[in-house]
């Protein structure tokens, strides 16, 4: 399948005023690890704890996104991405600089969705419509919509813990919530890669009339084709710093030679090139189909 060219995406709205503004963003945290005073630093040194190991998540980070855009957050395991997005969501706060975000947030971070484990599917439908400004009729409305979407079981377990649901059924559960609801922009952390295809597809769809009606969206991911369908910006985390910011189809390009260590070529170009190789084959002496 060829995916379409950020150029081409039919959704790629005039983007906007800055509704995102990120100002020499910082985050520090602790690193966690614990060790035992040694007998030198307890007799010798007089001490009796460690001082405390931080390190900095996300350091120096400035943009700023216009309503209507999709970026893509793209970067290793441990860059600072979802940390960003937390930031962005302002359930993290930062240690240094600013968060600026002038429109609603719809967040689907972790995979729960920010839900609460001990409530009812049920029940946090009405909680997160409710803290998202919804009123009791608003959410009655779109109730079926929302439970139609995540499918089946979802309805099946409506009146089950949250926790009990499968990650899977977590995940199906938070995207319907999160895309039902009217706010603004958009934050979706690597979910898409939890479902199973035909949810992924429909997922897909949902995606693409969001960004038609001139949503703003952030996504985190690592897959490739994913972010190349969906953004038309790219930013670049590398060890909490920013190290990139442009056109999706030249922040892929820099992330993954840098990954990879080998040119990075877009799958467009790819497909034309195995398409190329295919005919050759086909057309060469004595070639027989499977
Ligand atoms: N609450 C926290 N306390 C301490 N360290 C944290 C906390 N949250 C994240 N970290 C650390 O901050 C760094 C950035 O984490 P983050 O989850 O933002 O990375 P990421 O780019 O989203 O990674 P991945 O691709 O693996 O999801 C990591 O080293 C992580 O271990």
Known sequence: MSLPSAEKVKWKSSVGEPVITVDNLGI????????????????????????????WALKNISFQVGRGE?????????????????????????????????????PLIELTGGFIGELSARENIYLT????????????????????????????????????FSSGMQVRLGFAVITCLDEPIILVDEVLAVGDAAFRDKCY???????????????VSHSEGDLLRFCTRGIYLKEGHMVADGSMEEIMQQYMEDLLGVP??????RNAVDALYNRRDREAPGYKAD
């Open 28 to 55: 520090e945290f602790l690193t966690g690890r614990k060790r035992n005073l040694s007998m030198r630093e307890i007799v010798f040194q007089r001490r009796t704890s460690h001082k405390k190991e931080t390190f």
């Open 264 to 269: 990075w070529i877009p799958p467009a170009e």
């Open 129 to 164: 419509g409710g803290l998202h400004g919804m009123s009791k009729d608003e959410i009655d409305e779109r109730f079926d919509d929302i439970v139609d979407f995540a499918g089946p079981k979802v309805r099946s377990g409506l009146d089950l813990p949250y926790r009990h």
């Open 70 to 106: 999709a970026v893509g957050l793209v970067g290793s395991n441990g860059g600072g991405k979802s940390t960003l997005l937390k930031m962005i969501a302002g359930t993290l706060l930062p240690d240094e600089g600013d968060v600026n975000v002038r429109d609603g947030v719809a």
């Open 205 to 219: 769809q949902r995606m693409e009339g969001l960004l038609e009606q001139g949503r703003t969206l952030f996504l």
